[in-house]
């Protein structure tokens, strides 16, 4: 009984670890999206709107990179997963892009 015990519990942990280690991998591919092209920050007007555009570009983009190094570092921070978390940074991202003039690459997921 106990060995059997202990055999579902090693099946649930590596079970768990692979779907963590599949979502990782996932949320680095959608990681490898956040790019924004044809900023010439030199000639852009500056404002407090695109200082605000500017400072979000740089967040999320910095969050993202932080939730993936956290999650590989076996600490979950959140109840859903996290390609989830990072899919809305990345969508942070792309408004930020586009309102600087930005031009974001294809999304080829």
């Known amino acids: 009984m106990k060995n059997l015990i202990l055999l579902a519990g090693i099946i649930l942990l590596s079970g768990c670890s692979l779907t963590t280690s599949r979502d990782i991998k996932h949320a680095e591919k ?9 900023i010439e920050t030199a000639q852009m007007a500056h404002s407090s709107i695109t200082s605000y555009h500017e400072q979000a ?3 999320s ?5 932080s939730y993936v190094q956290s ?3 076996g600490e ?3 109840d859903v997963p996290l390609t989830d978390i990072i899919e809305e940074q990345y ?3 792309q408004e930020a892009c586009q309102h600087l003039g930005g031009i974001n690459p294809t999304k080829n997921n």
């Open 76 to 78: 979950k921070l959140f």
């Open 91 to 93: 969508v942070i991202y």
């Open 57 to 59: 570009l740089a967040s």
């Open 61 to 65: 983009r910095q969050k993202a990179e």
């Open 30 to 38: 959608v990681l490898s999206n956040f790019q924004c092209n044809k």
């Open 71 to 73: 999650y590989k570092d």
